[in-house]
């Protein structure tokens, strides 16, 4: 395995000419650490302008589970295109939503007993967010909802307010109301239970937290930081909002679709949350999809009460059913994901045990990474990453989290291949910090 650098000019015009700090807005983000013109990709693999073969472990932030150009999702795509399917139909009726409701019914609510109705929502998941704060809000005629440190819940103003991260909401340029913030299971340590806190606010009249319509809550934080809430907690969770009439709201957009080793990520805990959102790898093919799945008894909307042009993607509805019939017919394919997030794992903890860093594993599944003690050592480890041939991004407060989120159908070859380079680039850059500090002591 080849994991030696390869000089790679970080300079962000170096690959385009200059085109996209031209003509594109300052808001691009990735580009900026992964400055390479990409041209086509395949499973696991990322193909730049000159060749280059890169192994994609950020896979669409979440987006592309079943890797680039499935080729089961794309020959039905093709398939569906070659027969002149319906690509846009607004929210009528179409062959492909029919076979997309039947097929998530069967082969992912039926089998796990949830009782929910499907709403199509705008084709992001901040769509599906703000869907499902401005239902609970309706359905219970209160306004606040709790979020928790360091969740991540898209960027549009009702999912910003609920979004932890101060340089998103430093942008919002308002004051963003009706969101109370509650601490994420071990936000305070490992001895603290952070529910104590909660339920004591709830319950205390002076606390100064109203009774809220919801919490909407990550089973793990992607962005925050693979933050994992024990099952335990979100058992409690659970608990207290049932108590006290507030609706539990799953944000299941970046740890669902199988991310976890599970299709829900809340699934180990046994909880059943009264919605959940989902969205990234929904339609399967890196499409732009997004639903809200709500219990019967709370769909209290009226026709069209929260309507879009963009509710529902015909085209993502034939990838995300084929996907499903494909991937989720069986159980094989989440106990493979389950195996491949254990080799994960097993390689993450080589490289904290061999390190002269303080390093810590975080996450669950195949969304698991590694903490460093700071956002410009993992920033260094993606670049030496990259220069590996590796694509990897950080989350975190601080971007302070070496975040594995390779496609789910990776092979296990690629998943060594780019756990070597990540292991070479950890190395190095410990080595580059011990020298530096040795320069500077001398
Ligand atoms: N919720 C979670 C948990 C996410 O990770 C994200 C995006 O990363 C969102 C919501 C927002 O999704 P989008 O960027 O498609 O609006």
């Not at 440190?149 to 960027?155: A, E, K, L, S």
């Not at 009439?245 to 799953?250: A, E, H, K, M, R």
């Not at 070597?420 to 410990?430: N, R, Y």
Request: glycine share 10%.
């Amino acid at each position: 395995m080849n994991t030696t650098a390869k000089k790679i000019d970080l300079d962000s015009n170096a690959h385009t000419g200059g085109v996209f700090a031209r003509l594109e807005s300052d808001v691009r983000s990735y580009c900026r650490s992964i400055p390479l013109l990409f041209e086509k990709a395949v499973g696991a693999e990322l193909v730049d302008a000159d060749g280059n073969v890169y192994l994609d472990f950020l896979a669409g932030a979440g987006s592309l589970n079943y890797g680039h150009n499935n080729p089961v999702l794309k020959e039905a795509l093709m398939e569906y295109i070659g027969a002149d399917g319906i690509a846009h139909g607004l929210d009528m009726h179409t062959a492909a939503k029919k076979r997309f409701l039947e097929s998530f019914h069967e082969r992912i609510l039926q089998p796990r007993k949830l009782d929910y109705v499907t709403q199509f929502t705008g084709p992001t998941g901040a769509n599906a967010v703000e869907a499902a704060i401005k239902l609970a809000r309706k359905v219970t005629g209160r306004e606040t909802i709790i979020a928790f440190t360091n969740g991540f819940h898209g960027v549009t103003l009702g999912a910003l307010s609920l979004t932890g991260n101060r340089h998103h909401r430093d942008a919002a340029g308002i004051a963003m109301n009706g969101v109370v913030r509650m601490p994420f299971d071990g936000y305070l340590g490992d001895d603290v239970d952070t529910l104590d806190y909660l339920e004591k606010a709830l319950d205390d009249p002076s606390s100064g937290v109203g009774h809220p319509a919801a919490v909407m809550v990550e089973a793990v934080q992607g962005e925050g930081g693979l933050n994992v809430a024990s099952d335990a907690w979100l058992k409690r969770l659970e608990e207290i909002c049932r108590a006290r009439d507030i609706l539990l709201i799953l944000d299941d957009i970046q740890a669902g679709c199988g991310r976890t080793g599970t299709f829900f990520s809340f699934e180990p805990s046994g909880i059943r949350p009264h919605m959940v959102t989902l969205s990234k790898s929904l339609s399967a093919f890196g499409l732009p999809f997004a639903l809200l799945l709500i219990e019967s008894e709370l769909d209290e909307w009226e026709p069209g009460e929260h309507n879009g042009t963009f509710r529902g993607n015909n085209h993502a509805f034939v990838t995300a059913a084929a996907a499903l019939e494909h991937f989720w017919a069986t159980p094989d394919f989440a106990q493979d994901v389950k195996r491949k997030a254990g080799i994960l794992r097993s390689r993450l903890e080589d490289i904290v045990d061999a390190s002269a860093l303080d390093l810590r594993i975080k996450g669950r599944g195949l969304m698991t990474g590694i903490a460093c003690p700071d956002g410009e050592i993992a920033g260094a480890i993606c670049r030496a990453a990259l220069e590996r041939g590796l694509v990897i991004e950080t989350s975190g407060s601080f971007d302070e989290v070496v975040k594995c989120l390779p496609p789910l159908t990776i092979s296990d070859e690629e998943l060594d291949r780019g756990l070597a380079a990540l292991t070479a680039s950890f190395e190095v850059v410990a080595s580059e910090l011990t020298q530096n500090a040795q320069g500077a002591a001398s």
